[in-house]
């Protein structure tokens, strides 16, 4: 079956870096778009980043453009989410999503298959 492995969270301070990695397994890694959404306490999940299965054309929430980068590395079937300048509002579950020959609606969940158990990142201040 798919399964979607996230893994690099963490406690880290305000300024710091981290790097989340996600694992694909039971799928076609380069037939889907990968996404990257978290989810604070007492908040709705929300889109933190995607990138399109064809092309690897990258799409940023504007609360983390600039200071997040993901990347996908299809010789690995993984996903990347990589942290610089954390700030306290970024403490959340980051769960990373993947969307079957999806290029559109990549900003919504709705248009994702297939998710990870997410990974806690906390960063202080």
């Known amino acids: 079956q798919v399964q979607l492995v996230e893994s690099g969270g963490g406690l880290v301070q305000a300024g710091d870096s981290l790097r989340l990695s996600c694992a694909a397994s039971?799928?076609?890694?380069?037939?889907?778009?990968m996404g990257w959404f978290r989810q604070a306490p007492g908040k709705e999940r929300e889109f933190v980043a995607a990138?399109?299965?064809?092309?690897?054309?990258?799409y940023y929430a504007e609360s983390v453009k600039g200071r997040f980068t993901i990347s996908r590395d299809r010789t690995k079937n993984s996903a990347y989410l990589q942290m610089n300048m954390l700030k306290p509002e970024d403490t959340a579950v980051y769960y990373c999503?993947?969307?079957?020959?999806?290029?559109?609606?990549?900003?919504?969940?709705?248009?994702?298959?297939?998710w990870g158990q997410g990974t806690q990142v906390t960063v202080s201040s």
């Open positions: 999503a993947a969307a079957y020959l999806s290029n559109v609606g990549l900003r919504s969940s709705g248009s994702y298959d297939y």
């Open positions: 039971g799928l076609i890694f380069s037939t889907y778009s």
């Open positions: 990138i399109r299965w064809s092309g690897g054309i990258t």
